[in-house]
């Protein structure tokens, strides 16, 4: 019945912006905190950025300054912008919802994003 639904992945140049979607169902989003996670071919998934519940955020130091994690929580979706891109951005970005229990932890299919020098 949960379901995470990333878009807005895509092919980039070096530079450009990307915003990507998550829609979240099945959930009472609003207690939710939510993250975007990446993974890149060979390597170890890690955070990109978290919003919690009370819309604090926080990023990796990698996308600092490039990148703006934002929730709508009317809609059930989280965002992530993405500027300023840069090839060592390319990876399958996966969303997140984590809940107030440790079962209450789910992931989208995730999205492919990939930047081109």
């Known amino acids: 019945q949960v379901q995470l639904v990333e878009s807005g992945g895509g092919l980039v140049q070096a530079g450009g912006s990307l915003r990507l979607s998550c829609a979240a169902s099945?959930?009472?989003?609003?207690?939710?905190?939510l993250g975007w996670h990446r993974q890149a071919p060979g390597k170890q998934r890690e955070l990109v950025a978290r919003i919690t519940s009370g819309s604090s955020t926080n990023y990796a130091d990698s996308v600092k300054g490039r990148f703006t994690i934002s929730r709508d929580n009317p809609k059930n979706t989280v965002y992530l912008q993405m500027n300023s891109l840069k090839p060592e951005d390319t990876a399958v970005y996966y969303c997140n919802a984590m809940g107030s229990a440790w079962w209450m932890d789910y992931w989208g299919q995730g999205t492919q994003v990939t930047v081109s020098s």
């Open positions: 099945g959930i009472t989003f609003s207690t939710y905190a």
